[in-house]
């Protein structure tokens, strides 16, 4: 989707309840405890105009992140978006600067900072001076108010000055017993949809039962700090535009199939494999946002089965798969969106295992790989001037060693093109390998070289 289109006018005034895919990553996220939130980078290499970080400040306080999830005060309503009238988060300039080798530190530091989508704060900045004289900045934002297009849309907004008034309503804007009677007449409303929705949730459940049965298996978990909450391991890399699309005419594919080679290829070197025939599975997001879209997660998912042994070596195959299956993803819908009126009905300890099915975590060692494409320079410029780097990235916070070992692991890539560069944001665990920073970066580099590539690794 062009990011770039979504600012062209003003959305229309919407109805404030929250989309059923919403309200699913919102429950999940309260289930579990576990988060996911967005984050920019911005690395200036030239001086900072800290005039212009200010106004950026305090213009992405409006739109998407300038709002918050109030819960239906029923147990099975829709939850509601209303307008964060408090104070907006202050935009924290460290005072002491570290070395650019401590750059990656600063930056997992700032993805941990308390954001909530129901109490707010939803989201932070920070900036950090460098000791080599450049300056980052970063941005989080929770992903329960926005996804990836989403989030990019509101960094463009703030950086060109677009204010966006979504005309929600104030927190608490009407009584509970006001509230609770609304969604209890919009219940009754919804009865024969949610009928609908259950037998064909009893057909799909006796159709994909082995789906959900992998998803909740119990895998082998090591006992020692099993609870305890991990650092996952994270890595920026930064690769010429010209050099890169080179090398994906050469291997026959394009700048998408180049990325999903990459990531397979990496899904190798990490164990991610499938122990049934070797090939590795992409989870990718096909972003569905329009112009007047408040949802916060608007995308279709699907899979794609590579064989990561010949990516490095011919990608005529990747990108015909590729095609095809965002084709399909297009025009087939997915069935499990039939069930989606059912959400405010699920028990609380269902809603994981739920997640897991609609967001693709039942897959056989997925690899998530979100490619949002060419970026519009308004990215960059979060001060009015261009960056000299830009790194996006997905963090789960708050997830536990149990949860990883459960999932077997994860590997996570965020991609774009941008300032003339391919931006590639890794996160990666592998269970009873070694996940530390360094370790990740020797991957990252090992595997560029398999395309016969080089880039910066922060």
Known sequence: MDCASMTA?????????????????FLAMRATGQESVMQ??????????????RRFHRNLGNGVVGRRIEPSPLPFGRHRWVADVGPRPDMKIAETPRPRAELSDWVDEQAQLPIDPEWGPTWSMGVLPLTDGSTAVSMVASHCVADGVGALAAIIDAATGNIRDFGYPPPH???????????????????????????????????????????SESRPIRSDGADCVVAVPSVSIYVDLGDWDARAEALGGNSYSLVAGFAAKLAERVGRRRAADGAVTLNIPVSERTLDDTRANAVALFNISLDPTVVAKD?????????????????????????LPLIPFVPKRAVRKL???????????PVSCS?????????ACVDGTPAEYVALRGVDRRITQRTLEERCGLLTLVVGRVVGKMSISIVAYEP???????????????????????????
């Open 173 to 215: 804007s009407r009584s509970r017993l006001r509230t609770a009677a609304l969604d209890g007449r919009q219940t009754v409303q919804d009865l024969p949809e949610v009928a609908s929705a259950l037998g064909k949730g009893i057909r799909q459940a006796f159709r994909r039962r082995h789906d959900f049965a992998r998803s």
């Open 432 to 458: 009873g390998g070694i996940n530390t920073k360094a370790h990740l970066r020797e991957l990252a580099a090992q595997t560029l070289a398999e395309f016969e590539l080089t880039g910066v690794i922060d």
């Open 9 to 25: 006018r003003g959305l229309t005034r919407p109805d404030n309840r929250i989309s059923f895919t919403d309200q699913v990553m």
């Open 355 to 365: 997640a897991d099915v609609l967001f693709g975590f039942s897959a056989d060692l």
């Open 315 to 339: 990608l005529s195959g990747t990108r015909a798969a590729l095609r095809q299956a965002v084709k399909t993803a297009r025009e087939v819908p997915d069935e499990a969106l039939e069930l």
């Open 40 to 53: 920019g980078v911005w690395v200036y290499e030239h001086p900072v105009d800290f005039d212009g970080l």
């Open 371 to 379: 490619n949002v494409g060419d970026l519009p320079p308004e990215i």
